[in-house]
Every structure is written in C-alpha cells, then in structure tokens.
C-alpha cells in the first residue's frame, strides 16, 4: 500500500461523489494533481479546481486531459471515465494565478464527476499555515478534508515557513501539537460530523526517520498520516 492508497481507505467510503478539499500547506498543488491522476487510473471522471486561487493551467501542467476556463465551455464538456479536467477562471489582476469558478456552481458541478479535488486554502507556498477569517473555504459539497504541513518546516524558525504566525519559536514536535490546537490552525474547517478527514504530515523525505514516530504520538481529532506525496511513501504507525 502506498501512501496515495491510504489517503483513499482514510477519507473514502465509497460513496461518490468524493469531493476532497485540501488546506494548509506544503504540496497541495502536488496532492492535488497527484489525486487526480491516482482516482484518473481507477476509472473515475475526475474534476481538479480550487476555491481560492491556484496555479495558471496556461504554465502550469496539472496532467489532466482538458482544461477550461470559461464556465459555458466546461459545462458543455461531457466527461468520460478515466478522464480529467480542470477548470478554474482567469485571474484579472495576475496572469500566473487562476481563481474559483462562482462557488454556487460546485452544488451542479458534483452532479457531473465522480471525484472532485479543491484546492481549498492558500499559504503562499509555504509549507503551514495559521488561518485567517476568510480561509480556509469550505464549500458545502466537500465530503471529505486533507489537512496538511510540510515537514520542510521542521527545525525552522514558525515565522519563516509558518503562514500568518510571527513567533521566532522553532517548528518541533510541540509546534505542530499547537498548530493542531490552534481554532485557526490546522483543522480550521473540518466538521467532525460531516467530514471524513484525516491530517497528513507531507514531505518525510526532507526529515530524519527518527522524527516521524513522534508525529504519530500527536494528539488529533482526526487520523495522521505521515509521508511523501511526491514519492508516494508513506510511513506506518507502528
């Protein structure tokens, strides 16, 4: 089992539509197009977006079949299994940045994909994050959340990779269990009783091995998981 396998067994019942919205930081933009190609392959009709902002699909490859960015054109599209999309709107104001479809869209968007992955939060890339009032967005049609961190955060002043936090205390162990407890931290916008969410702890390539039992002891609402999206490694709790 992979760690993309986990990810599944953890925040999917079975039940689709599967709409995964993913906050903090450090690799949304990687899961989510890591998600898409995972879901793509087992024959799922597959729907990348965000409801914030993300990367422009006109310099930026997320490996789908089609992209759109105007509404009437997505809507007109007719998606097949095994195939994926992205659709998101130009950004006015900054051509490398693409922004949300109108959020009261997603309630007939659901009805036309199996999978749908958002990119639900922004951290400026880096990899975590202390809310603000406006994030994450959490739109009604999401059934499932993926809260991350980076682990290159790990030993690093939290004012230097920690989004919206000014303290020149260092990222360990302690920080993250205060990031978990923050009410704007990590699990900012996860329902308990509506969501099927889990936090995961991305980047164990950049850490030593002897940390991550550590991050296993965490104390949390909601699973941990721990490993490399990119490598699709995951650890094990033991």
Same mark, same amino acid.
């Given at each position: 089992?992979?760690?993309?396998?986990?990810?599944?067994?953890?925040?999917?019942?079975?039940?689709?539509?599967?709409?995964?919205?993913?906050?903090?930081?450090?690799?949304?933009?990687?899961?989510?197009?890591?998600?898409?190609?995972?879901?793509?392959?087992?024959?799922?009709?597959?729907?990348?977006?965000?409801?914030?902002?993300?990367?422009?699909?006109?310099?930026?490859?997320?490996?789908?079949?089609?992209?759109?960015?105007?509404?009437?054109?997505?809507?007109?599209?007719?998606?097949?299994?095994?195939?994926?999309?992205?659709? $998101?709107?130009?950004?006015?104001? /900054?051509?490398?940045? @693409?922004?949300?479809?109108?959020? &009261?869209?997603?309630?007939?968007? =659901? *009805?036309?994909?199996?999978?749908?992955?958002?990119?639900?939060?922004?951290?400026?890339?880096?990899?975590?994050?202390?809310?603000?009032?406006?994030?994450?967005?959490?739109?009604?049609?999401?059934?499932?959340?993926?809260?991350? $961190?980076?682990?290159?955060?790990? /030993?690093?002043?939290? @004012?230097?990779?920690?989004?919206? &936090?000014?303290?020149?205390?260092? =990222? *360990?162990?302690?920080?993250?269990?205060?990031?978990?407890?923050?009410?704007?931290?990590?699990?900012?916008?996860?329902?308990?009783?509506?969501?099927?969410?889990?936090?995961?702890?991305?980047?164990?390539?950049?850490?030593?091995?002897?940390?991550?039992?550590?991050?296993?002891?965490?104390?949390?609402?909601?699973?941990?998981?721990?490993?490399?999206?990119?490598?699709?490694?995951?650890?094990?709790?033991?």
């Amino acid at each position: 089992m992979n760690l993309l396998d986990k990810i599944d067994e953890e925040i999917n019942d079975n039940t689709y539509p599967l709409v995964i919205g993913l906050t903090g930081g450090g690799g949304k933009t990687t899961t989510l197009i890591e998600l898409g190609k995972y879901y793509r392959e087992k024959g799922k009709k597959v729907l990348l977006t965000t409801t914030t902002k993300i990367q422009a699909p006109r310099f930026f490859d997320f490996g789908v079949n089609h992209v759109f960015v105007e509404e009437s054109k997505f809507f007109h599209h007719n998606p097949k299994n095994g195939e994926s999309v992205v659709y $998101v709107e130009n950004h006015i104001m /900054n051509a490398k940045k @693409a922004v949300a479809p109108r959020l &009261e869209l997603f309630s007939h968007i =659901v *009805n036309m994909y199996d999978v749908i992955v958002i990119e639900a939060d922004g951290a400026r890339c880096l990899p975590c994050k202390i809310h603000s009032d406006r994030d994450p967005v959490i739109v009604d049609e999401i059934t499932s959340i993926i809260a991350m $961190v980076g682990l290159s955060s790990y /030993n690093d002043m939290a @004012a230097n990779v920690c989004m919206g &936090e000014n303290s020149t205390e260092k =990222v *360990n162990i302690q920080y993250y269990q205060k990031l978990i407890d923050n009410k704007e931290g990590l699990l900012k916008g996860i329902d308990e009783n509506k969501h099927k969410a889990i936090i995961l702890f991305n980047q164990s390539d950049l850490i030593d091995d002897s940390v991550v039992p550590s991050l296993y002891e965490l104390k949390s609402a909601v699973p941990i998981l721990v490993g490399s999206v990119k490598n699709k490694d995951i650890f094990i709790k033991k």
